[in-house]
């Protein structure tokens, strides 16, 4: 389609249509000229000595006249078809000996008298062929067709009637033009092709030097996208050992926490209420088991057991529960919003915030009641665990604040943490169209 040519592609196509438009006008204006002699030496009734020059006698004018044109016109529509895609070597080959056989069937029904058309034929041949040899094929295949040119030629030197017998039968002045006009055609022709192959070959060299630049680039590429993918893998690994460190961390630490505390209150109660600490040695019991489970888990690159049974803000009551149970530590949970839409990746950081935070208060601020208090505001879910611990004024950043802040950040959220009359922490936690209040108030 003329559309997908390029600006090199398009002239090359208008000068070869140029030259195939010079040419037909040639063989019309030669056909016709000797057509229209002959007529001319019958009318005069000079045809017995225009005879006696000839070694054969030629076809009669009209015949002569329309086996020409006839002959160019097949001519076209076969390079028509050589320089049409989608044709495999086969049907090319044979396209091209086709238009080697019409070229001689031309020159020889014009009287060897124009020879120009073998370049249309070089011209095609030339524009098809892409090899890696394709300069030494090309002066080949050119050198081969003009040789079986001449040598066609040669045979048929004795079986045509020459341009000269018909230029004769004018005055010597006449003679003159007509052959100094033969010549012209000749040479303007061979301006054109060279012109032709001058485009041609620039067309290519270019075309030559555009995939050479993209290939540069394309090189390029796949140098930068192997350092991306290593960059990847090697985030990547990242990821997944701070991954298994913070799920180690903070179900360990959640579990450990609550069972200690556990046995505190078994110690004590073992003497006075042996009843009591047994029930209270079964739920240390079931928080081991569950703090086993959690680990095998995170090993296993699976979410918390509770948020695979159930939905988050039943998980997150569970959890919550359980630990009050087995730790002793008074756990209230306020309830202002859940956002009605959450991904996985959400729940488990919400989970693994509370979780973390409920821990964090027993573990190092030895608190014996936290609130805690979810709700949904503009634009973010936050969670405020509060309580009343000994507090810290200067706490440290180990491993349960670095691991929160660091589930908030690949959730773009933020981690937010002071003292005073206890400890209080705050995450918050994006949610754009997925917030929805459900306002509500639960106790543990």
């Known amino acids: 389609m003329a559309g997908e040519y390029t600006w090199e592609e398009r002239r090359l196509e208008w000068l070869y249509g140029l030259l195939g438009l010079y040419n037909g006008l040639v063989v019309l204006l030669m056909a016709g000229f000797m057509s229209l002699t002959q007529e001319k030496i019958v009318n005069s009734m000079t045809a017995h000595a225009f005879l006696t020059t000839l070694p054969i006698v030629p076809l009669p004018a009209s015949k002569g006249f329309l086996l020409s044109v006839g002959a160019y016109a097949l001519l076209i529509l076969l390079g028509k078809l050589y320089r049409h895609g989608g044709m495999t070597s086969g049907q090319l080959h044979l396209i091209f000996a086709a238009e080697i056989g019409i070229c001689m069937l031309l020159m020889k029904s014009l009287n060897l008298a124009y020879d120009g058309i073998v370049l249309l034929a070089v011209a095609d041949l030339m524009h098809r062929y892409h090899g890696e040899n394709q300069s030494w ?5 050119m050198l081969g067709i003009y040789f079986m040119a001449n040598y066609n030629m040669a045979i048929f030197q004795r079986h045509v009637a020459p341009f000269d017998v018909y230029t004769a039968y004018y005055r010597p002045e006449v003679q003159s033009v007509l052959l100094a006009i033969k010549n012209g055609f000749q040479s303007f022709n061979i301006v054109l092709f060279v012109l032709y192959l001058v485009l041609l070959v620039q067309s290519k060299h270019h075309e030559k030097e555009r995939i050479a630049s993209l290939n540069k680039q394309l090189e390029e590429a796949n140098v930068q996208l192997r350092a991306y993918a290593l960059e990847a ?21 959640h579990t450990l926490t609550g069972i200690v505390a556990g046995l505190d209150a078994c110690i004590v109660l073992v003497d006075a209420v042996p009843t009591a600490a047994k029930k209270q040695l079964e739920k240390i019991r079931e928080t081991a088991r569950h703090g086993i489970v959690d680990v095998r888990r995170s090993v296993k ?14 998980a997150v009551k569970k959890v919550i529960a359980e630990f009050s149970a087995s730790s002793g530590v008074e756990i209230h949970l306020v309830e202002l919003g859940w956002p009605e839409k959450l991904r996985e990746d959400e729940e488990e950081v919400i989970y693994r915030i509370v979780q973390e935070g409920i821990t964090n208060a027993r573990r190092h601020g030895m ?14 879910f936050y969670i405020m665990i509060a309580d009343n611990g000994k507090g810290c004024d200067k706490p440290q950043h180990g491993f349960g604040l670095r691991h929160m802040e660091e589930r908030l950040e690949l959730l773009h959220g933020r981690l937010r943490y002071w003292s005073d009359k206890g400890f209080t922490l705050e995450a918050t936690i994006p949610m754009g169209k997925n917030v929805m209040d459900n306002n509500g108030e639960a106790d543990v």
């Open 367 to 380: 608190a014996t009641k936290v609130t805690v208090t979810c709700g949904t505001e503009p634009g973010r």
């Open 233 to 253: 893998e090697r985030t990547a690994e990242t990821r997944e050992r701070n991954r298994l460190a913070r799920e180690i961390h903070d179900t360990l630490g």
């Open 301 to 314: 690159k699976l979410r918390p057991d509770d948020l695979e049974k159930m939905p988050l803000q039943q």
């Open 137 to 141: 094929l090309l002066l080949g295949a």
